[in-house]
């Protein structure tokens, strides 16, 4: 089947940062696509010219069938959901309502539909804490917290859908996803984004003091934490030969890591801040949270056996310098009174 040839890609979460940048490559790719958003955390300027914008919930039923009567849904690639994994702790049934019955909904919508494929964007949070520090699609699935559960359980929902209705699925479980588009057109936009790399870009320009590194005393090389980067772009061209995976072999349930295979450590990135800035991020040692493993490191060995993915940008200055790149996009925006988004006319 050729790109378009039955009907547009919904991407769920499409003006998000991950989803935002499938979008784009989805675009660059030739897919017609169509972005489903709440603009909670989403921003609508993200979306590209051409691009039909939906602006709603998952879990509203009436406007996911007007969506797939509409344009001919062939696959839908679902990203929304809340991510922070304190705050599913604090308030884990807003969790599992979100990520999970909602994406309930969304399923059954799909399937009611007749949408062919479906694409999950879940997270290594669903191993929790494994015992080895590589870790491979059959690490025992352990979450510690309502939001690995919450993802777990759309997992299995996706499983059951696809042995009941026939529907071919592919999850993909992210480790630290990092950087923006290498052109500026998307990155990580979110007020009060929790991810280390954001939050160090942050305080590189200014817009933190500090940056505290949770736990010294681990064994690893410098003691701190070691985990997996990915550039987003990288990712989200893993989502695109997914698609096309499951277009060219229907039937065949997939899931797979998404990882270079390498770790670094907190001041391994807090060092390559530095280096892309010229200057020197003052770091507030603290001590470990509960939970957090000393290392955690993906095995890609399925993905890269799977599909023709050749990562663009496994490197963690380049990484680094895009982040920056565009946290300074978002300061030279806000300093001439523009926000992350903008209003964007004829969005339904």
Known sequence: MNAGEKGAVLVTGGAGYIGSHAVLALVDAGWPVAVLDDLSTGFLDT??????FYEGDIGDCGLLERIFAELGICAIM??????VVPE???DPLAYYDNNTGRSRVLIAAAVRAGVPRFIFSSTAAVYGVPERTAVTEDTPTQPINPYGWSKLMTEQMLADASAA?????????YFNVAGADPRGRAGQSTAGATHLIKVACEAALGKRERVAVYGTDYDTSDGTGVRDYIHVSDLA???VLALDALVAEPGRPLTMNCGYGRGFSVLDVLDAVDRASGGHIERVMQPRRPGDPAALIADPSRLRATLPWVPRYADLDTIVA????WERRLAQRAAGGGGAASDRAGSA
């Open 165 to 173: 209705h026939g529907l071919d699925v592919c999850v993909l479980r």
């Open 88 to 90: 599913s702790v604090a």
């Open 237 to 239: 061209a893993a989502h």
């Open 78 to 83: 679902h990203f929304a959901g809340s991510v």
């Open 47 to 52: 979306v590209p010219d051409g691009v039909k």
């Open 322 to 325: 895009h982040a920056l790149d």
